[in-house]
């Protein structure tokens, strides 16, 4: 091949891949917007630990206090930590039966 054919063919399949790019992220950025807003959907981090296990009992006991509606353990910047990511607030009603004795 010639190294024009060369350059037309890496210059078309680069487009095509920004093309197909570019609407595969199209929807989900558009459909997405409302649930972004919402602190409930975002990721955060909670706590750095030294094991994964005491990472899922942090995790678990969170879940079970209502502070969060779910967790996940990943390896931290360094091989030195685990990072603790939640996500969510639990339900309320939940809140409101622990949050202590009513008023009244």
């Known amino acids: 091949m010639r190294p024009t054919r060369i ?4 210059a078309l399949g680069l487009s095509a891949g920004a093309v197909m790019w570019t ?3 199209s929807p989900a950025t558009a459909s997405s917007s409302l649930a ?7 990721w955060r981090e909670a706590g750095h630990y030294d094991t994964t296990a005491a990472c899922k009992r ?3 006991d969170g ?3 209502h502070k969060w ?3 996940k353990c990943r390896p ?6 685990v990072t603790l990511w939640v996500r ?10 622990t949050a202590g004795p009513a008023a009244g």
């Open 58 to 60: 942090a995790g678990k």
């Open 88 to 97: 969510g607030g639990g339900s309320g009603a939940a809140r409101a039966l």
């Open 23 to 25: 609407a595969a992220a």
């Open 36 to 42: 972004a807003t919402s602190a409930d959907t975002d």
């Open 63 to 65: 879940v079970e206090r």
């Open 76 to 81: 931290g910047r360094n091989d030195n930590y």
């Open 69 to 71: 509606g779910e967790y």
């Open 7 to 10: 350059r037309a063919a890496i």
